[in-house]
Every structure is written in structure tokens, then in C-alpha cells.
């Protein structure tokens, strides 16, 4: 399992998780500003190759020039190297996203996956 530290492009972090568990084919778990990557039948994640997703999407945002992609053993932090944090827009409000640790299922609400977490047990 990978965790990926997305402190300081916490705005962009859901559409950065899709694009990079789609790449790698891994399944994401939403955290508070990061996500991890685990793989279906629990082989070990290639890191050069979650790091080469993770270049491709800021070169496809135009923002490659301004991040760091830096790799600690199972741990990859996104870092800013000119100072520049990635902040929301305006019209689009950030919200905190729950995400089931069994399936990957994700919501906004803690009681919903509360209550979706009790089905796995019955």
C-alpha cells in the first residue's frame, strides 16, 4: 500500500486520486489531505510508475513546473517548490469525503458510511 501526502494540492486531491488509481489500476482510500493505493490481489504498487501518473496529471493541469514529487519508501509527497499552494475555487467548495477502507466506497457523509461500514459485517 502507498499513501500519497497531498498537503499542498489538497484542491485537486479527488481528481488527482481518479486519475492516478486508473493509471496504476489500484484501489484509492480517501483521506484527510491524502489517499492511499492498494492493489486488488495485494501486490506491491510500482512507486516510479504511481510517481509517472502523478507528473503526467500536473503536466496535464500546467503545473508540473511548481510541484515536487518526492518518495520515502511507502510514503510520496507532493510538495510545492516554488511556495505555491493549490487552493479551491470560489464556485467549487472543497468538501471532506469519507471513504470506506473494505471497498473503496466514498461519501460526504461520516453516518452514511457508518451505516454502509455495518453491511460488511452482517
Avoid at 510538495?79 to 466506497?105: A, R, V, W, Y
Wanted: glycine share 2%; net charge negative; aromatic share 8%.
Amino acid at each position: 500500500m502507498l499513501t500519497i501526502d497531498c498537503k499542498d494540492v489538497s484542491s485537486i486531491q479527488n481528481e488527482l486520486l481518479v486519475y492516478v488509481a486508473d493509471k496504476v489500476e489500484a484501489i484509492p482510500t480517501l483521506k484527510n489531505r491524502q489517499f492511499t493505493l492498494s492493489k486488488f490481489d495485494d501486490e506491491i504498487l510500482d512507486v516510479e510508475i504511481v510517481i509517472s501518473a502523478i507528473k503526467e496529471y500536473f503536466d496535464s493541469i500546467d503545473e508540473s513546473s511548481n510541484f515536487a514529487v518526492i518518495s520515502n519508501n511507502d510514503l510520496i509527497h507532493i510538495t510545492s517548490i516554488t511556495g505555491k499552494i493549490l487552493t479551491p475555487n470560489s464556485e467549487k467548495q472543497q468538501n471532506d469525503m469519507f471513504s470506506c477502507t473494505h471497498c473503496g466506497f466514498i461519501t460526504q457523509y461520516q453516518v452514511e458510511l457508518n451505516v454502509h461500514m455495518r453491511m460488511h459485517y452482517l
